[in-house]
């Protein structure tokens, strides 16, 4: 079952929050420890929030991605991933990322919750 949540979790789109890390190469922070640190928590952080919406995302939408010739092997509407593991999932990756990433900084946290929100 840890499989079909990897692959719901679609960490290959992770590659789109690599922009976390911006501003240390942009500040030429990217050899102080502290801000290297937060940067590489921030990203994972930020990844697990946003791997918690693929997953609520793919939940609502299981009916019509059984309907659509390349979601349908998507694990939730192959029915490989039981809802009620994908949602346990879902909320567990949005309350770890989304907590972890108010506590790195409030203005971080706040810009995560926004993004989730949107998408």
Not at 27 to 51: C, I, N, Q
Not at 79 to 107: C, D, K, Q, T, Y
């Amino acid at each position: 079952m840890l499989g079909h949540v990897l692959r719901s979790m679609r960490v290959y789109q992770w590659t789109k929050n690599l922009v976390v890390f911006a501003g240390l190469v942009f500040t030429m922070k990217f050899l102080d420890p502290p801000y290297l640190r937060d940067a590489v928590s921030g990203f994972f952080l930020f990844s697990l929030a946003v791997s918690g919406m693929y997953l609520l995302n793919d939940v609502f939408d299981v009916e019509r991605d059984r309907l659509h010739p390349a979601k349908r092997g998507r694990p939730i509407a192959a029915g490989e991933l039981p809802i009620g593991a994908a949602m346990a999932a879902a909320f567990f990756l949005l309350a770890v990322g989304l907590g972890g990433s108010l506590w790195l900084g409030l203005r971080f946290g706040l810009t995560a919750a926004a993004y989730v929100a949107l998408t």
